[in-house]
């Protein structure tokens, strides 16, 4: 069950068992020991099981990528593999905070000049909260103290100076209720409010002399409020703001930009330290990696070419060679497939030398390699007699009952030579049955399997001559033939 991350929450168990139900309709439905599943994730499970080669497949032998898995796979190096991409994934990290963190720094100094200004002019002008409306309330004040002291001081003249000033009147009228209290009821309670009501305009007439005295007229005092009112007001026009809580608002942030600005310098500057330091680790574990790729390089090229002579290229050989490129997700080298047909000794790329036969026995070299160091369960081989046939498709069908032998092999091919080195044959066909077609497959016995080979051989009617050979072709190996098993990581 390692094939299977433990996050996906399915019931562990002896066997792993993929399925996927296809309706009418075109819907489908994936579990994994019953579990359900979506289609991505029974891909990625299948992926760890079965290795599917199809014709179209030695494209990717000329891709750089796919030839340096090809390589990792022969050293066997996983461990130091997930060990390097982890470093250089912490490094790529730092590296993209940091540049991230530069790009906000220059934008910062480019603006810092003007931000200071903008910071500087606010404070020194020192804007309070609330003073903008208080100066405006002390203008207005200002402004009309002629006016403010006039009418204040005839309304308390007529409350308290005056021939018959009306607080006055209403003390005396006070003591008149007063006087009344014993004889009616509801008089205390009256005399209490009028009492009340008494002391209030008392208070009133005291409080406007004190402000009709201080309501001077102080046009020193005035030019400066008016002075300090214009500066507010061009300072939240400026910052396009309407108060002056507003425009200290404006103040603390500037700061905090200006300071934002400073510790991002210091950040960086620590952050730059970090991403040598992640650097040094990568490269350090991506020296791991380059070691072992130029120890199995050589290895690798003369397995690979003991192959390809047994599969009828006996002139063909593969130079590995590793070119040093900055540290990227795979290490620190780029590595190159290069291939020789003819014993030339002018290696060149895959893709400009070989062959479509060449690429797909090549393919099949490099696989029968990989699968031996992955132990992949499962090997799907389509088609994998395109472009090769006698001698040389005999000899793939030895390469892939040798690599039957630790590993379940699936083959759909056109050979007999490669067919007739199965443990076992199925007949797939279609059928019509209830008005509908299906497809079925039948495990062919020992005359079926030489029937089907002496088609493959002679065409619909082969005769006995080629039957002959057929039942030949499938004695070949027949000793050394094993039941195919399949290992589950």
Known sequence: MQSVPPQWDIDPSE?????????????????????????????????????????????DLARDDFQRQVLDAVCGHEDA????????????????????????????????????????????????????EALEAELRMLSHADQIRNV??????????????????????????????????????????????????????????????????????????STRIALGQRLMKKHGVRTSAELMEVHSRLE?????????????????????????????????????????????????????????????????ELHEVPLCEGGSEQVRFLFDANRSQRFEPLSKVASGGELSRLMLVIKSLVARSLDMPTLIYDEIDAGISGEAARQVGILMKELAAGH???SITHQPQI??????????????????????????????????IARMMGGEKPSAVVFENARELIGEGADARKPATVRRK
Request: aromatic share 6%; with cysteine.
């Open 408 to 410: 379940q092999v699936l």
């Open 152 to 225: 204040l001081s005839r309304v308390c003249y007529e409350l308290a100076d005056s021939e018959q000033p009306l607080v006055q009147q209403l003390k005396a009228l006070l003591n008149q209720l007063q006087s009344l209290g014993p004889v009616h009821r509801a008089l205390p309670a009256l005399s209490a409010r009028l009492e009340s009501a008494f002391l209030e305009l008392r208070d009133i007439s005291g409080e406007l002399q004190d402000i009709a005295d201080g309501a001077q007229s102080d046009p020193a005092r005035m030019d400066e409020v």
């Open 419 to 452: 067919a007739a080195r199965a443990d076992a044959h199925f007949h797939v066909f279609k059928e019509e049955a209830g008005g509908r077609i299906q497809t079925r497959i039948r495990r062919l016995d020992e005359a079926g399997r030489v029937d089907a």
């Open 256 to 320: 905090q930009r200006l300071a934002a600005v400073r510790d991002a310098g210091v950040e960086m500057a620590a952050l730059e330290k970090q991403v040598q330091e992640a650097f040094a680790r990568a490269q350090t574990y991506a020296s791991t990696l380059t070691a072992n790729r130029r120890r199995q390089a050589g290895p690798l090229a003369e397995r690979t070419g003991e192959l390809l002579q047994r599969v009828g290229m006996p002139n063909a050989s593969i130079r590995v």
């Open 81 to 132: 593999l997930r060990s390097y991409r982890s470093a250089y994934h912490a490094y790529t990290g730092l590296k993209r905070r940091l540049e991230e963190l530069r790009t906000a720094v220059e934008a910062g100094n480019r603006e810092l000049d003007y931000d200071r200004f903008l910071c500087d002019e606010l404070r020194e002008a020192g804007w309070g909260e609330n003073e903008m």
């Open 15 to 59: 066997e792993l068992i993929l399925r996927r139900e296809v309706a009418a309709t075109g819907k489908s439905r994936a579990f994994v020991n019953d579990t359900p599943v979506n289609l991505s994730q029974l891909q990625a499970i299948a992926a760890r099981l079965v290795d599917m080669h199809q014709q179209f497949d030695t494209l």
